[in-house]
């Protein structure tokens, strides 16, 4: 009974069915991959929304270049690639849903490409369905971006997948598929990326000779190097050791124990830095080091050393409380005290473009800074403005004393905290009878203590050391006379006070000055070493035991470090040529200019740097620092390029040479050709040379003071001097140039014809360019006077010659710089800020460059990526671009010091983003 009701109830609901209203169209999907099927399904339904499950919809699709579906089946098949429209119908009623038909992959070949500027490359893009087989009749959108998407004007693509290149960049290449639709949820496109990296013609190999990174392993021979020693009561010293003059660093000497506290050629604190050496140090009873070090790209950097490490306390342009704009830091040898305080002296505005003054700076092991006294306040029983002298030192108290000079008078004075600067002592001031007459320069010294002394001179001609006890500073003194003084080199409260001169008694020397006794320690030409006698002592610390360690010159070696007591014989600890076991990597300063031909010269290990040949083969020592020419005449390169150059062919002339005058290193052979003291055309007499220039001729241009208290720029042409300016504050002597009076110069030159350019600066603070030829000097151009392509030359630099022709940067307003030659009494452009380069870009603006002797040009153009470029013949060369990866993997932040061989060598400094400092050289690819 149950089963028929059942029944019924089944015939009813189908009888009561009305006809189809509605077709709902339910695929599994609307997206699927080309290749592949699915089955559609509908649903008929009534007006009632009754389903109607017997009705089979027609099917249809409005593609089927694409697709097909079954008519009565709704099987869809997709074929091709786009947007199809899926109806289903029964009778009258119609209903329809889109279908977007994808690729399982686009494929762009080549995947990836290196390409050079001009090149065209043929891209072709592939769609593949769902068994990885190509679609047919598929018709991309090509286009590129740069690497990160945006735009690019790099280079630029046809609609059949031509690329073509106009520029150096990384790009994508994008093939796109593009659907046109904005239904929710379909995609919009479907597309596949190449990579590419459009590169300048290879010109040159890039190649890294030498590089601040490498850390060497030692063990290094020692160099002679005349900087200061310093030391503590516990006997340690220190001092700033050249390491087979090409390495240098704070070399600890504790017992028999030698460490290297820090390195030249380590990073800076701050990026793209790297130091160059340490040159000033200070050391306090707990063994802690203070240490001052100069900076590739930053200035000054003071270092706290401690057994924890090593700190930057202070960087130039970093501000302290009230200040802003530090530059020119100084430390001295008594600075800091045994609770880590350090008093230091620099120079700082308080504002943008104010005035600049000068300060002390005390420092707290912890707290804030202060200024002890600035330029910018007033002393007593001084004038105003006064100058802050090298002599100053810090107390274990935190009291400063610190002498000042103002109008050739100079004044010693205490500061404690809170209080204002206290004099002590002046010029003029009555002492013993008479008044002060000097007060001696290294004559200063304040241990922690809180005792001082100072050396002076009173108006009855008598010297004297005065000690003040710590105490207290406003006690009558303790005083010693001597007959000569040299230096103050330390004061122990236990031992006494070490000091150079001569009290009367056995002659010039080292002694130990406590209480009413004094004791010879070292006397010059008196006391051996090895028979031999002591010739100089330069430096020299004293313990608190009584130790003595000292820097002194002898016959055998120009740099020694010797221990004495009182009624010993001295002792070598460490001299020049003794291996020193620690790790170091080379202290890279400048290349070596001048030279048009054979390897390139370096200057490494510091300032007063070493000079070393450097090529594929590596490093070959030319001039070694402290290099001697007899026992008391030593070689020194100076500390910058400058004070050591090289001619056309090669010879290497060095001025800083402790009084040899100017000296020629020629292969092996090292010659004096110009030594001081020597007679002018006018009778004056010429001192040390410095800043010597040399052509291929041997024409030597350089300059010097002479007796007459002027200055002199000097061509010598076959032995035979002549003045071709001075500076000289007689009218009579002044050398007038256009009707005036000519206060210095700069930039000077000799090209291969002899001729002289240089800019000149007047009395009346113009200056202008000029050419020197036939004995008169003629105007060539001045900034704000003259124009170039049409713009005012508002700045003129890099002035240098080559064969005959002088280059120089002019810097035009509104434009930049532009690199100009000099010839046949014009100048004109060599590289315009518009000039097209291989690279695509413009030149932009020109910033250091190098020319050789066929006038082909090595510069560095800044564009929106700096790029190096040789010109030659017209044509640009690429070298190499700043956002490029060299062959050793470094990526360059900064360049410089360029060098051109006639050859087509090339030569310059770089500084990578991970502050390695190196030299790379380019050769030109066959």
Known sequence: ??????????????????????????????????????????????????????????????????????????????????????????????????????????????????????????????????????????????????????????????????????????????????????????????????????????????????????????????????????????????????????????????????????????????PQTSIIEFSQLAINNRGDVLALASVLFSGGVIYKINRDGADAVFA??????????????????????????????????????????????????????????????????????????????????????????????????????????????????????????????????????????????????????????????????????????????????SAGVLFNGDVGRGGYGVHLWKGSDTTPLILQSVTRLRGKPVIQVSWATVSGSGEVKATVLTEDNPFEIVSIRAGEDPVSILASGDPVSVQAPVSISNLLPGDKMGPAHVLLGGRNSSIFEISERGLKPAILMGERFNPTTQLYTGSGTGDSRKSGLGDIFVTQTSGAGIVRVRGDSVEVIQRPGFALEDGATANAPANVV??????????????????????????????????????????????????????????????????????????????????????TAAVNEIRHTGAVVIAISQIKAAADNFYAIFNLQGIGNTLVRYRGGLWETVIGVTDPLVTGHQANSIGAYDVNRNGDVFAQCNTNTQVLVVKKGGKTYYVHMLSELTADGDLLARTGDFDIRDDGTLYFLGMTVLDDYAVYMAKPIP
């Open 1 to 270: 009974m149950r089963h028929t009701l059942l029944f019924c109830l089944a015939a009813v609901a189908a009888f009561a069915q009305g006809p189809a209203a509605t077709v709902q169209i339910l695929p599994p999907s609307f997206r699927i991959l080309a290749g592949d099927r699915m089955q559609i399904r509908a649903v008929v339904r009534d007006a009632s929304g009754v389903e109607r499950p017997n009705d089979i919809p027609q099917w249809s699709v409005n593609n089927a270049s694409i697709s097909a579906i079954e008519q009565f089946n709704g099987e869809f098949r997709a074929n091709n690639l786009g947007i199809v429209q899926v109806t289903a119908r029964i009778g009258s009623t119609v209903n329809s849903v889109f279908i977007q038909i994808l690729p399982k992959k686009v494929v762009v070949t080549p995947a990836n490409a290196i390409l050079t500027v001009g090149q065209q490359m043929q891209f072709r893009g592939q769609a593949l369905d769902k068994n990885d087989q190509p679609l047919p009749n598929i018709n991309f959108r090509w286009f590129t971006s740069s690497g990160n998407g945006f735009t690019t004007n790099t280079s630029s693509i046809n609609a059949s997948g031509m690329l073509n290149t106009v520029a150096v960049g990384n790009i994508l290449v994008r093939a796109s598929y593009d659907y046109n639709t904005g239904v929710p949820g379909f995609e919009r496109q479907a597309q596949s990326v190449s990579t590419v990296q459009i590169r300048p013609p290879q010109s040159y190999r890039l190649s890294k000779l030498l590089s601040t990174g490498d850390m060497r392993p030692g063990p290094f021979r020692l160099r002679p190097r005349n900087l200061p020693l310093v030391g503590n009561e516990a006997g340690q010293a220190v001092f700033n050791a050249s390491l087979d003059g090409m390495a240098n660093g704070p070399l600890m000497l504790d017992g028999g124990n030698q460490t290297l506290l820090l390195w030249g050629g380590m990073p800076g604190p701050l």
């Open 316 to 493: 130039e342009q970093m501000p302290l409380p009230g200040t802003e704009f530090l530059s020119s830091p100084f430390l001295n040898r008594n600075c800091l005290n045994d609770s880590g305080d350090f008093v230091f002296r620099a120079n700082y505005r308080v504002a943008n473009q104010g005035p600049v003054y000068t300060a002390l700076f005390r420092v707290p092991e912890r707290g804030f800074p202060d200024e002890v006294i600035s330029t910018r306040m007033t002393l007593p029983d001084l004038a105003s403005p006064f100058t802050l002298d090298n002599d100053f030192g810090a107390a274990g108290n935190g009291v400063v004393y610190f002498t000042a000079t103002a109008s050739g008078r100079r004044a010693l004075y205490v500061s404690r905290y809170g209080d204002p600067p206290k004099k002590l002592l002046a010029l003029g001031d009555p002492l013993m009878n008479s008044t002060v007459a000097q007060f001696y320069g290294n004559g200063f010294w304040v241990n922690n203590d809180g005792d001082l002394v100072v050396a002076l001179r009173l108006q009855n001609n008598t010297i004297h050391l005065l000690r003040y006890p710590g105490a207290d500073p406003a006690a009558a003194p303790q005083t010693l006379q001597l007959r000569s003084f040299g230096a103050i080199f330390g004061v122990s409260p």
């Open 694 to 779: 040399a052509n291929v001729r041997g024409d030597l241009l350089w300059q010097a003071s002479t007796n007459r208290g002027d200055s002199r720029l000097v061509l010598t042409q076959n032995g035979k001097h002549t003045t071709l300016l001075t500076n000289s504050a007689l009218p009579q002597m002044e050398t007038v140039v256009d009707g005036k009076a000519v206060t210095g110069w700069g930039d000077q030159v000799v090209d291969d014809a002899g001729r002289v350019m240089a800019t000149l600066r007047f009395r009346d603070t113009t200056t202008g360019v000029y050419l020197w030829e036939s004995g008169q000097w003629r105007w």
